[in-house]
């Protein structure tokens, strides 16, 4: 498990950002001849571009809430090239008629944040006129694809004419508490009604061996996990048994323990850590032969990036975790 800090991502994205927008700059006008072309062959002459330079193709507004800036927008989408093929969708059906279908990935909608230059602009235009329930189908030219920050698949695209097909799903205005109500139930549902230890945070001990040690400050314990989602779709274990169980097994992983330097100042073990802040939270309150199990916010998870196709943006999650005995 890889922890994924905003900054780097942030920093990484604005210099590829800077350098393709200027990419786009230099061909933009081969870009809007070739999409206006592409329009009058499928289209004829009916559709005109609007001031940004995309074409809607089809469009439902919704009937639901009212999609505003600065909201978090929950969407299904796939996006596709002019000549039909997909280069990235959040739908399971078109992943299955693909053959790209996995057990661990994510299908659930994606989580795009208006106003803060993360959403293609010329998408956000239209999401903006738009309510939950609604669709629409565009084509957005090359120079209104480019973001600033973005680490939704939907968005690192660059450099061609896309199409969007999309539909929202739901907006909130507080993804925090969004979150927290799902750890909520969560926690009603399957954990006994477990209460937060922190804002975000629950934690809950399973089992406990008595002839076990406390944990010593800088030594290198060896920790059995399974994580999962809180839809209960596991997507990485490092126990053979489990990951054959949920057919998500690979061969060629070793299956071994995972080592984790661990340190009795909270500080020390958070920064030299290589796991989630939610995961070393939970392991600071375990000694040897203890199993406990996690569940918390993406603030102490993957944050706003997610990570993979498995966890995506603003994603909570859940860990059982054992620390094995100590080698006499």
Same mark, same amino acid.
């Given at each position: 498990?890889?922890?994924?800090?905003?900054?780097?991502?942030?920093?990484?994205?604005?210099?590829?950002?800077?350098?393709?927008?200027?990419?786009?700059?230099?061909?933009?006008?081969?870009?809007?001849?070739?999409?206006?072309?592409?329009?009058?062959?499928?289209?004829?002459?009916?559709?005109?571009?609007?001031?940004?330079?995309?074409?809607?193709?089809?469009?439902?507004?919704?009937?639901?809430?009212?999609?505003?800036?600065?909201?978090?927008?929950?969407? /299904?989408?796939?996006?596709?090239?002019?000549?039909?093929?997909?280069?990235?969708?959040?739908?399971?059906?078109?992943?299955?008629?693909?053959?790209?279908?996995?057990?661990?990935?994510?299908?659930?909608?994606?989580?795009?944040?208006?106003?803060?230059?993360?959403?293609?602009?010329?998408?956000?235009?239209?999401?903006?006129?738009?309510?939950?329930?609604?669709?629409?189908?565009?084509?957005?030219?090359?120079?209104?694809?480019?973001?600033?920050?973005?680490?939704?698949?939907?968005?690192?695209?660059?450099?061609?004419?896309?199409?969007?097909?999309?539909?929202?799903?739901?907006?909130?205005?507080?993804?925090?508490? /969004?979150?927290?109500?799902?750890?909520?139930?969560?926690?009603?549902? /399957?954990?006994?009604?477990?209460?937060?230890?922190?804002?975000?945070?629950?934690?809950?001990?399973?089992?406990?061996?008595?002839?076990?040690?406390?944990?010593?400050?800088?030594?290198?314990? /060896?920790?059995?996990?399974?994580?999962?989602?809180?839809?209960?779709?596991?997507?990485?274990?490092?126990?053979?048994?489990?990951?054959?169980?949920?057919?998500?097994?690979?061969?060629?992983?070793?299956?071994?323990?995972?080592?984790?330097?661990?340190?009795?100042?909270?500080?020390?073990?958070?920064?030299?850590?290589?796991?989630?802040?939610? *995961?070393?939270?939970?392991?600071?309150?375990?000694?040897?032969?203890?199993?406990?199990?996690?569940? *918390?916010?993406?603030?102490?998870?993957?944050?706003?990036?997610?990570?993979?196709?498995?966890?995506?943006?603003?994603?909570?999650?859940?860990?059982?975790?054992?620390?094995?005995?100590?080698?006499?």
């Amino acid at each position: 498990m890889k922890r994924v800090t905003a900054a780097a991502f942030i920093l990484a994205l604005t210099a590829i950002a800077i350098s393709c927008a200027r990419d786009v700059a230099d061909n933009s006008s081969a870009y809007e001849r070739a999409l206006a072309a592409w329009i009058r062959t499928n289209y004829g002459t009916s559709i005109a571009p609007n001031d940004s330079g995309v074409y809607v193709l089809s469009y439902e507004p919704g009937t639901g809430m009212p999609v505003k800036d600065s909201q978090y927008v929950f969407v /299904h989408y796939t996006c596709t090239d002019l000549l039909g093929n997909v280069i990235s969708t959040n739908r399971e059906d078109v992943a299955r008629q693909l053959g790209t279908y996995s057990l661990t990935d994510y299908y659930g909608s994606d989580i795009w944040c208006v106003g803060v230059e993360s959403v293609a602009p010329g998408l956000e235009q239209i999401l903006l006129t738009m309510k939950v329930g609604g669709k629409a189908k565009i084509a957005v030219p090359a120079d209104q694809t480019v973001v600033k920050y973005s680490g939704y698949n939907a968005f690192n695209i660059t450099g061609m004419n896309v199409i969007y097909d999309f539909e929202v799903d739901s907006v909130v205005e507080d993804i925090f508490d /969004h979150q927290d109500r799902q750890l909520k139930d969560y926690s009603l549902r /399957h954990a006994n009604g477990t209460d937060t230890l922190m804002e975000g945070f629950y934690y809950r001990l399973l089992s406990s061996r008595a002839d076990c040690d406390s944990l010593q400050d800088e030594t290198t314990i /060896h920790v059995r996990y399974v994580g999962k989602r809180l839809d209960g779709t596991v997507f990485d274990t490092n126990i053979q048994d489990t990951a054959k169980k949920y057919r998500i097994y690979n061969p060629s992983n070793g299956y071994e323990a995972m080592d984790v330097t661990y340190y009795k100042d909270a500080s020390s073990f958070l920064e030299n850590s290589k796991t989630v802040k939610g *995961f070393t939270y939970a392991i600071m309150r375990m000694k040897y032969g203890d199993t406990s199990e996690a569940f *918390f916010r993406s603030d102490f998870g993957y944050s706003s990036t997610g990570v993979g196709n498995s966890i995506p943006e603003y994603c909570p999650l859940y860990f059982w975790i054992y620390i094995e005995p100590r080698d006499n």
